[in-house]
């Protein structure tokens, strides 16, 4: 590209709360001239006509149609992560805009986090730390206890690329899997993490000693475990969630972990995020809530990068989208 003006793209901001990590820049900016909202706004006129991509990370910069109508050059919107439920994909594509994602390079940390969650919850980590380190225990009680994993069902709800990587990891531990899905699995995927398919999620809430949810949110999924579904679970059960915090009615759950309907929950998310600070769920102690890093370890964050960079190449050279998502 020696000669030749690079491409310029739009970004939030750099750093900051939602800004390109710093210490991406060096290979982004070989490859496009990347233009932040704040500059955009203050030189419209020149710059409007000048941007060719969206660079989306972690939902920012928010497009909307009064930008998609400011931007007539406009061809690709590279959004990092799997979950596309902050696009408009049919307003988008009525521009002409092609739309990609990250999906595979987040599906192996956050399976990580599901397990992690998953074992955190069953063997009180959290509330164990705090009683090591608070300055008033006087000792460790010896009826302190938690529950099995290995030999322990667990119920995955949405087996894609990241359920399938949960109960792989599961089966590690022994784990019994059942799984529901828009499509059941081949059987010989089934077969190599040992996974029984349930037709019904009923059938599989009711068997499950753990619950844990790697759907996309869609209107189908839109609080999908509401209160009839936490009563359908066993009072021993625990409900983890790595997928997005609206395909749980959250007040449904409050109520189900308070009356003991539930044993247990884990949740990498939450709506919002995060919960205002007097939020129920903060109080109780059968509770653990992560700030929404499913995907958040350094490399995996690079390979975003990377896909989100390569996607944008290929759309302003002409040539398939990596990961396009259709309409």
Known sequence: ???????????????ERYGVYVDHLGFLKKRFHLITMKEYLENKTFLSKKIRAIYMWYHRPAINEELLQSLPNLKVVASSGVGIDHLDLKLISSYGVKVSNTPFAVSTDTADMGMALLLASARRLVEGHEMAVSPDTEYFPADWLGVEVSGATLGILGMGTIGYKVAERAKAFEMKILYHNRNQRK????????????KKIDDLLQQSDFVLLA????PQTHKLIGKRELELMKPTATLINISRGLVVDQDALVEALQNKVIKAAALDVTYPEPLPRDHPLLKLKNVIITPHVGSATKKTRWVMMEEMAESIEAGLAGLPVPREVLP
Do not use: F, N, R, W
Not at 1 to 12: C, F, T
Not at 215 to 218: F, H, I, P
């Open 1 to 15: 590209m020696e000669g030749q003006e690079l491409p310029y793209v739009l970004i939030d901001s750099i750093g």
């Open 187 to 198: 059987k010989e995927e089934e077969s190599a993490v040992g996974a029984v398919y349930c």
């Open 215 to 218: 759907v996309t949110l869609t």
